[in-house]
Structure formats: structure tokens, C-alpha cells
């Protein structure tokens, strides 16, 4: 929470990669390429949430070992073709809901908490409605 508003992380990652299979599961430094940003989110001093939607199981397993919700995502909002705002749209009506929402796409491991921090205090001093 940050000034009275609320904020939800959703962290979009589906199975189906073409150009590198099971790309948000393989390893980076150590660790699954989605935990990156599902640590970042959590360690964030504004985020009040954060929700992984997938339709992998094996995605959905790595959010639970870090005990955050996560969505099970239709197959049709899995596809090539699928947009990130219908995604977006489903897990805010399969959710409470929150004043703001926060994308953090796992293709994006080096944004760390500062950067999501920055961002909420910048969305607050431009008195804007996205950053």
C-alpha cells in the first residue's frame, strides 16, 4: 500500500514459448526464471499482492512453493494470439480488487524491488494514471 492505494502484481507466464521452450521455468543464476520477478514483487515495499497466471502447471507449482496465489489461466487466453490485457482482465475478475495494477513480466529478471518502488513514487508524484 502506498498513500491510501492499494497495488496488485500480476506476473503473466505461460507455457507454450516457440523460440525457447519452457523459457519462464529454465534456470537463471540459479533459480527458475520467474522467481526473479515473483522475489522482486514480494520484496517490494508498496505491492499489497502478487498473483502469478498460468496455464503450466509447473509454473503454477513454482508460485505455490513461494505461497502467493496463483490463477489458472483458459487455454484460450494461452495462445500466440492471446493479449496480456485480456490476461490482465481475467485475473482482476478472478481476484479482490485493488487500486492499481503492476505487470511484472518474467522476461524482465534484472528489474529488481527498487525499480518497482520507483515507479509506484513516480506514478504518485506525476499524479499519473500508469508509468
Known amino acids: 500500500m502506498y498513500n491510501d492505494k492499494t ?22 543464476a540459479g533459480k ?51 493479449t496480456t490485457f485480456d490476461v490482465i482482465k481475467h485475473t482482476i475478475e478472478n481476484t479482490d480488487p485493488y487500486d492499481y495494477i503492476i505487470l511484472l513480466q518474467p522476461t524482465s529478471p534484472l528489474r529488481d524491488e527498487l525499480h518497482i518502488d520507483e515507479s509506484v513514487e513516480l506514478l504518485e508524484a506525476k499524479n499519473a494514471d500508469a508509468v
Open 32 to 82: 527458475p526464471l520467474i522467481a526473479w520477478s515473483i522475489e522482486a514483487g514480494l520484496r517490494s515495499k508498496y505491492i499489497d499482492k502478487v498473483v502469478v497466471s498460468s496455464n503450466d502447471n509447473e509454473i503454477l507449482k513454482i508460485a505455490s512453493q513461494y505461497k502467493i496465489e496463483s490463477i489458472h489461466r483458459p487455454e484460450n487466453l494461452s495462445s500466440d494470439i492471446a
Open 7 to 28: 497495488f496488485l502484481a500480476i506476473i503473466p507466464a505461460r507455457a507454450g514459448s516457440k523460440r525457447l521452450p519452457g523459457k519462464n521455468t529454465l534456470d537463471l
